[in-house]
Structure formats: C-alpha cells, structure tokens
C-alpha cells in the first residue's frame, strides 16, 4: 500500500463516519414524529394560548386523549412522569420545545416541526 492509497483509505474513513451520524441523526429525528404522544406536545403548544402552557395542562390534555381514543385508563400521575422523563426531554434535545420550570414553549424547530405534523395530517 502506498502513502497515496492510505490517505484515500483514511479520508473514505472519515466520509464514512460522517456518513453513519448522519443516518443516526435522521434516524433519531424520525423517532420524534411516530410518537403519537410527542405530536399531542406539539399540538397542545401550537393551541395554546401565546402558546404556552403548563406541564399540568398538558398532562391533563393527553390523559383525556388517551381516554378517549384507546382502551387505557391512563393514570394522571403516570402520564405527567413520563412527559417529564421521556417526551418533553426529547422535544427539547431537538429544539422543538423548550422545558423550564414547568412550562413548555416553542423552540427554534417549532415551526419545522408543524411543517412535518402538516405534512402527515392536512387537518392540523
């Protein structure tokens, strides 16, 4: 092998690590919209008033929804912990909410993300 095909080799290396982050990106950005529960966040942000509202509020609003639109008997408690710990953390990582002190408002991605929500559900 000469120094040449090392350089080649090592700069394939590279693309190709970049190649496998950003498959990892997308792939981790598509997480976000097959979870019916991190769509409701967006939903109930975009239908706030001023859009903001309470993590309360939202956990009510997805308790009712979930009530309503399976067999589940969703415990309130249960649904604002796993907001808290799973959903809202998520939407944040990505910038489509930001999460302080209780309180959920848009983020920089926000409207990236009603584009997408759009896109899957013309109703919205």
């Known amino acids: 092998m000469t120094p040449d095909d090392e350089d080649e080799s ?3 290396g590279e693309d190709r690590q970049h190649f496998d982050d ?3 990106v997308i792939a981790d950005k ?3 919209w097959t979870n019916a529960r991190r769509q409701h ?6 239908a706030a008033p001023n859009r903001e509202l ?3 509020e939202l956990a009510l609003t997805l308790r009712d929804h979930i009530d309503q639109h399976s067999d589940q008997d969703p415990d309130y408690d249960h649904v604002r912990q796993t907001l ?4 809202l953390p998520r939407l944040a990582e990505h910038d489509v909410v930001r999460f302080e002190d ?5 983020g920089p991605e ?3 993300a009603i584009g997408l929500l759009v896109r899957s559900d013309p109703r919205i």
């Open 102 to 106: 209780n309180t959920i408002r848009p």
């Open 54 to 56: 309470s993590l309360r």
């Open 110 to 112: 926000f409207e990236t």
């Open 84 to 87: 808290r710990r799973r959903h």
């Open 30 to 32: 598509a997480k976000l």
């Open 41 to 46: 966040v967006v939903r109930q942000v975009l």
């Open 10 to 12: 090592r700069q394939f």
């Open 22 to 24: 950003s498959a990892h």
